[in-house]
């Protein structure tokens, strides 16, 4: 197996764990934590082919451009850490998560301050806090996750990308063909036998 087809396994495999461990008040079902995990996955994939980590503006320093491979900004991470301080147990679960400890600190993703995230999202490596931000942002959108590939490029498109943004839903289907399927038909064939 190459670098890139692990590398690809290894996000979906994060993206499965972020979809089942990350949410508000109700446990996902395995459908619909099957199509979280397939936003989030659809996500890195067009926000930067499965690879990118930093969108960078001319200075490295900067807090303007995207960071980790779902590309998040810094106005969406305050917003991402502000819905923990308002949701005890998303916090909690937030916090586990990150740490992948069931005894990290309950409000551990509170007691980072922002910047110390934009340093962690600079560093090679970051799949864990960017999946764990990129669900957040995805929670803070009262509209379901649709459960159909078409459905999920929209809602990228209207909650993600917004309408501002450059990105289409038929660039998001094109991403999702060229990162995503090779992926999942690996991860389907690797089950198989």
Not at 15 to 38: F, I, M
Not at 140 to 148: S, Y
Not at 169 to 176: F, I, P, R
Request: net charge positive; aromatic share 10%; with cysteine.
């Amino acid at each position: 197996m190459t670098h890139k087809e692990l590398q690809g396994l290894r996000l979906w495999t994060l993206c499965q764990r972020a979809a089942l461990a990350l949410y508000d008040t109700r446990a996902p079902s395995p459908n619909y934590a099957g199509a979280v995990a397939r936003l989030l996955f659809g996500t890195a994939a067009q926000e930067s082919g499965l690879m990118w980590e930093r969108q960078r503006t001319p200075r490295f320093l900067s807090d303007v451009g995207g960071f980790s491979k779902w590309q998040l900004e810094t106005g969406s991470i305050g917003d991402s850490i502000r819905l923990c301080g308002r949701k005890r147990e998303l916090c909690r679960r937030a916090s586990e998560f990150l740490f992948n400890d069931p005894n990290a600190p309950p409000d551990a993703v509170l007691q980072i301050p922002l910047p110390v995230w934009l340093w962690g999202l600079r560093m090679d490596d970051n799949d864990v806090p960017g999946v764990l931000f990129a669900r957040l942002h995805y929670l803070r959108v009262p509209a379901a996750v649709p459960e159909d590939l078409a459905g999920q490029a929209d809602y990228w498109k209207a909650h993600y990308n917004t309408a501002r943004g450059a990105g289409t839903a038929a660039q998001y289907l094109a991403s999702w063909r060229r990162y995503c399927a090779p992926v999942l038909d690996l991860y389907h064939t690797a089950m198989i036998d």
